[in-house]
């Protein structure tokens, strides 16, 4: 009774500045582009033109008989294609997403599109993936959704598709996955136990070496010692004879 | 990127595998030349113990 009342006052008031407004004032809605079922449905609530549209909230609208999320919507597309906003309509459009949630609809920022793009999606009515499929087309008709969101929409759409592929082989083969899996396993416990024994066979040969390395040093320090001791004996030799008989009795 | 570093542990592998071969062999090939030439000096050290042996049974009268 109350919100009633407010829309009578609201149609009472005078506006302000009579030649700046006038369009707004005189111009019907179906003139200025909403559906005449919309259009009607604001009239029997006497707002008649945009000037007293434009002193409403969205909390306003829930009032008006007949009016349902899809005519919201199209009053809110309305005001933005004018560049307005209505007072409300975000903490609105996070009502209509949780209401979709809750009827079991698979919104698009629940599918990972960001927050920003959603919100401008939302505000034309699109929030699950069928209605985005249904609009690809017309992405361009809606106000202030430049280039830079259609790309990411473009691109999140790809990669959905790419993730959704990846998953439908693995969902087809996850039998020939894991047996491959386990065959490659295999093979690389093969290369590397080849490797490991590899390893083994240096380490034992490596040993070997540095026996035969102290053999041999031991061996040339014998036959030093038999070379001197030849050395000495010839040049005892090349003494006289009775010397050395003499020393050997 | 993940790709190409697979790519290049498995070709590391490889290569480890062959340098490895390459080690054992140049190690198999050294140890060999090795007994060889202890074998000869070994021949000598008996020669030359030989020798020593006769000159001493000379001196000694023998």
């Known amino acids: ?249 | 990127m993940q790709h190409q570093s697979k790519l290049q542990k498995q070709q590391n592998k490889a290569s480890d595998l062959e340098k490895l071969e390459q080690e054992i062999f140049y190690l198999e090939e050294e140890i060999k030349k090795l007994k060889q030439a202890n074998k000869v000096t070994q021949i000598r050290i008996e020669r030359k113990s030989l020798e020593l042996q006769k000159y001493w049974l000379k001196v000694l009268g023998f």
């Not at chain 1, 969902?171 to 490991?196: C, D, G, H, K, Y």
Request: proline content about 3%.
């Open chain 1, 1 to 249: 009774m109350e919100e009633q009342r407010r829309i009578t006052n609201i149609t009472e008031e005078q506006p302000k500045d009579n030649i700046t407004n006038d369009w707004k004032q005189t111009m019907s809605f179906t003139d200025l582009g909403l559906t005449p079922r919309v259009s009607n449905l604001l009239q029997r609530y006497g707002i008649t033109n945009l000037e007293r549209l434009l002193h409403l909230d969205y909390n306003d609208l829930r009032h008006v008989k007949g009016l349902g999320i899809k005519g919201k919507n199209e009053i809110l597309m309305f005001l933005h294609n004018y560049g307005y906003e209505m007072p409300g309509e975000d903490s609105a459009l996070e009502y209509q997403s949780l209401v979709r949630r809750e009827q079991g609809e698979e919104l698009l920022e629940d599918l990972g599109l960001p927050q920003t793009v959603c919100k401008a999606l939302n505000r034309y009515g699109i929030y699950t993936m069928d209605s985005l499929i249904k609009n690809l087309s017309n992405l361009d008709e809606i106000p202030n959704f430049g280039t830079r969101k259609r790309e990411i929409v473009v691109a999140w759409l790809k990669d959905l598709k790419s993730k959704e592929e990846d998953t439908i082989v693995q969902e087809q083969n996850p039998s020939q996955t894991v047996s491959s899996l386990q065959a490659r396993n295999t093979e690389l416990q093969q290369e590397n136990n080849a490797i490991q024994q590899r390893i083994d066979k240096k380490q034992i040969l490596l040993k070997e070496y540095q026996q035969l390395i102290e053999e041999k040093c031991q061996l040339l320090k014998r036959e030093q010692d038999l070379d001197r001791q030849l050395a000495q004996l010839r040049g005892e030799q090349n003494a006289t004879p009775k010397q050395i008989t003499k020393t050997t009795k």
